[in-house]
């Protein structure tokens, strides 16, 4: 049986700055797009290193924001709605992939008008730089010992003192292992050949609503949720439009590729 480490959630204190693992791991998300992103543009000469880093920055915002404001409407859009100002109370937690990938949908956007550029030729180049960043996401949760898995008998299961004594799936590795590493291989290796537009986005979308779809069967449902319709959690219900849009844009990826002459 394992027990969770109770790492101290703060990583440096600098008097009265305390600087935490978690948004640790924010940062090292972005350092790894770029320096994905940067291994990409040696490849293909269409992007410049100053785009990239114009569209980590638009990136970020949509990251933050989204993730935020999904983080209220999904989850406790009734908690904020008694507290509006407690929105803006970041370093209490809380926030949402699915709202953080909308942001950055948004985000790529805004960035594809002003560059010219078309969305899903933008996205498609996003997709594969973005797992792992999610996969130290999973590890900043799993060092505050939050976001754990179900009680189980499995013989990894850990216990996690703060919540109970009860043996729990570690999901948040799983999740690591999921939607970090082995999406990022999946993508990295797909994209590496030419692809009809949309396509690499659309098998991200795919991806990772499968892989968090699958994951959330081993993780605790929120206290302030549980679950919800046919004992599926939120986060559920949030991934499955994800796949299916996913699937829909790869269909119309390559059905439009293989028609070029109706796109004209």
Do not use: C
């Amino acid at each position: 049986m394992l027990i969770h480490p109770d790492f101290d959630p703060v990583a440096i204190h600098l008097g009265p700055l305390a600087i935490r693992w978690y948004g640790i791991m924010y940062l090292v998300g972005f350092v790894l797009f770029l320096i994905l992103g940067r291994h990409r543009i040696r490849e293909r000469s269409d992007w410049t290193v100053k785009e990239l880093d114009d569209l980590l920055f638009y990136g970020a915002l949509g990251v933050v924001l989204g993730g935020r404001l999904g983080y209220v409407l999904f989850y406790k859009f009734s908690d904020y709605l008694q507290a509006p100002l407690h929105i803006f109370y970041v370093w209490e937690g809380g926030m949402s992939f699915h709202g953080g990938m909308l942001g950055v949908i948004v985000a790529i956007w805004l960035f594809s008008k002003r560059t010219g550029r078309e969305w899903l030729a933008v996205t498609d180049f996003v997709a594969p730089l973005v797992p792992l960043g999610l996969g130290a996401g999973r590890i900043g949760n799993f060092i505050n010992g939050e976001l754990w898995g179900r009680p189980t008998d499995v013989p990894w299961a850990m216990i996690f003192p703060k919540m109970d004594m009860q043996p729990r799936h570690p999901s948040e590795l799983y999740e690591f292992a999921l939607e970090g590493v082995t999406l990022f291989l999946i993508l990295w290796f797909f994209s590496r050949k030419p692809r009809p537009v949309g396509a690499v986005s659309g098998l991200f979308l795919i991806g990772y609503g499968t892989f968090r779809f699958l994951v959330e069967f081993t993780r605790e449902p929120d206290d302030f949720l549980g679950l919800l319709a046919l004992g599926l959690s939120m986060g559920q219900w949030l991934s499955l439009p994800m796949v299916l849009a996913g699937i829909a844009m790869m269909a119309w990826s390559y059905r439009r590729a293989s028609n070029p002459q109706k796109n004209v």
